[in-house]
């Protein structure tokens, strides 16, 4: 766990010895794994499934092709929905 868990961060943070800004940077980087996680997820969830609807010990070229479109097109559209939401936030801050 890191040290902004449920155990350590919270009393880091009642006793002083973090900063805000560095509580802030323990956060940002506490979403960025929780967001590359959320993804490799939803990859194997989505993808995996349509493309290797029957596992076997091995994939076919054919199957590796087409897991590579899919994972590529997915990490594509996940970009710019992440792109599109910083930006939307940040035009609601100002």
């Known amino acids: 766990m890191s040290s902004f868990g449920i155990n350590g961060g919270l009393n880091s943070l009642n006793d002083g010895s973090l900063?805000?800004?560095?509580?802030?940077?323990?956060?940002?980087?506490?979403m960025a794994v929780a967001n590359a996680q959320e993804l490799i997820s939803s990859i194997n969830k989505n993808c995996f499934k349509l493309c290797i609807p029957n596992p076997g010990s091995s994939l076919s070229k054919s199957d590796q092709d087409m897991l590579g479109r899919c994972v590529d097109k997915y990490l594509s559209a996940w970009d710019t929905v992440s792109r599109t939401y910083v930006t939307r936030i940040q035009e609601g801050k100002h």
């Open 19 to 30: 900063t805000k800004e560095k509580a802030m940077e323990q956060i940002r980087n506490e």
